[in-house]
């Protein structure tokens, strides 16, 4: 038997879509489920994520496949998110930052995507459906809303989330305010919704669909109260690019903000990583407790996991804090898959973040649409590499003329300081191979004869320290490689779909 189910699609006309899947009862439904978890700022490029989640480790990344290439070619939290839910980059979401014209939730519904989302095709397929965390950057300005395709909604709606206190969750249209207590603390709310949901969906004999997403280790997040004795002073690494030396052969912006990012490091970097280690432990806590949810449940051997994050984090390098640049440690995620059929190791395929919407509904027997960028990891997940990409695009939409539309949207109440507009960065596009980081500056906010433009060997410099075409010289004895990188990247910012593939 088949159930017909149509929904609107808004271009110009409304037109009716009507997708034929097959209908089953609740007790012959064995479709895989699917949990999602999500950190926020999380890299992995310098902080040692397994061994500071030793229960994460074990219980996802030793049961399943460790991408050790793992990217988030839209480094910072809106954009991030975005392309998970939806498959696609920003030149197609619309979303390239947090807010303004190219970004934010409000960018997120005004250009449609909310009607193609994960959430949505699952439910659609009889999936039961939930998330609790963070969902977009903006969802303050509309905190009832709750998007299409969702079942079970507890998502955050104000900047208070980042604190892991005093924030107010939507909680399926009802606001909800939590305070300061132990048992407010935002991770393990999480962990309890997750809880909860789990026991539910699988007592409902339905397949279901769970995304959770604690702000855990983003800044300024503390340790859990119980973590608090054990979480002590500890120093960031030191990688070769801490603090760089010598940025002449960077762009403008961060030659002419080097001084005041470097004293920012000095001041704040080290506090910051002692934090977020703290954090990371009841995130540890949560995925254990989800997996033992599903473990007592009967579920966890027809269960997929994807534990990752949504975009990395600098923790110094090249002067920088936060996320939004090109550089290994803002783009590199942890990213481990665990689940029925995926053969345990490692592998070195470039996993992208659009990628997990394909993936999962490959993995649920649904048609991938025609509009998704990402390619089903399915295949490497079994094993099979071959005709795997070897480059993609990574695009930012810049902070915007005031300043205030990057990471000055994920400022908590009362702690936004102009610093944080200084320390933003332009918009940029870029194409990543295995073994070249072309960049183009100034996209958004420049002509093309005045923009910027790095290149760098990342087989011999892997730490991004020398810009091969800053000087004259350099861009002349690079310029077969300029050439070639530039025409790939313009075919990859107006790519869509197929193309993108």
């Known amino acids: 038997m088949f159930a017909v189910l149509c929904r609107a699609s808004v271009v110009v006309l409304a037109v009716a879509a009507c997708v034929a899947v097959p209908t089953v009862s609740a007790q012959d439904d064995h479709r895989p489920n699917v949990v999602v978890i999500l950190a926020d700022d999380l890299d992995a490029a310098t902080t040692p994520v397994w061994a500071a989640m030793p229960h994460t480790a074990r219980l996802i990344r030793d049961r399943g496949m460790e991408f050790t290439d793992g990217f988030a070619p839209l480094p910072i939290c809106c954009a991030a998110r975005s392309a998970i839910l939806t498959g696609e980059y920003g030149h197609n979401t619309g979303v390239l930052t947090n807010s303004g014209e190219v970004g934010g939730f409000e960018s997120f519904v005004r250009n449609g995507n909310e009607a193609d989302t994960i959430a949505v095709a699952l439910h659609d397929a009889g999936y039961r459906t939930g998330m609790a965390g963070k969902y977009l950057n903006g969802l303050e300005h509309d905190p009832g809303h709750i998007p299409p395709g969702w079942d079970e909604w507890h998502a955050g709606v104000d900047n208070f989330l980042y604190s892991g206190y005093n924030y107010t969750l939507n909680e399926n249209g009802t606001l909800v305010k939590y305070g300061v207590a132990p048992q407010d603390y935002e991770t393990d709310v999480v962990a309890r919704k997750s809880e909860r949901f789990i026991a539910d969906a699988a007592a409902s004999g339905r397949p279901f669909f769970w995304y959770a997403a604690s702000t855990a280790p983003h800044f300024p997040i503390p340790p859990a109260p119980r973590h608090v004795p054990e979480t002590r002073p500890t120093a960031a690494p030191r990688s070769p690019n801490y603090q760089e030396p010598d940025v002449s052969d960077k762009p403008s912006w961060l030659i002419d903000t080097a001084g005041v990012r470097s004293a920012t490091i000095d001041v704040t970097n080290d506090p910051d990583y002692t934090l977020r280690l703290g954090a990371l432990r009841s995130l540890d806590e949560m995925v254990a407790s989800i997996v033992e949810t599903l473990s007592r449940t009967g579920e966890l051997d027809n269960t997929y996991l994807i534990f990752t994050s949504d975009n990395g984090y600098n923790l110094g390098a090249h002067r920088l804090t936060q996320k939004m640049a090109p550089y290994e440690e803002s783009m590199r995620v942890p990213l481990a898959v665990a689940g029925p059929g995926i053969a345990r190791g490692r592998t070195d395929a470039m996993a992208l973040s659009i990628d997990f919407m394909p993936t999962i509904l490959d993995w649920a027997g649904l048609p991938i649409p025609a509009r998704v960028d990402g390619m089903s990891l399915a295949p490497v997940l079994r094993g099979d590499t071959a005709s795997w990409r070897t480059d993609f695009v990574a695009e930012y939409g810049g902070a915007g003329m005031s300043g205030r539309d990057g990471i000055a949207q994920e400022q908590v109440p009362g702690t ?66 300029v050439d070639e990188l530039d025409r790939r990247l313009n075919e990859l910012v107006a790519c869509k779909g197929a193309g993108c593939r």
Request: aromatic share 12%; charged share 30%; proline share 8%.
């Open 416 to 481: 936004d300081t102009p610093i944080m507009y200084a320390l933003d960065v332009p918009s940029w596009s870029g194409v990543r191979t295995r073994d070249h980081l072309y960049v183009r500056w100034y996209e958004r906010e420049r002509p093309s004869a005045e923009r910027e433009y790095e290149l760098y060997d990342l087989r011999t410099d892997p730490y991004q320290l020398t810009n091969l075409i800053k000087t004259p010289e350099g861009r002349a004895a690079h310029a077969d490689v």
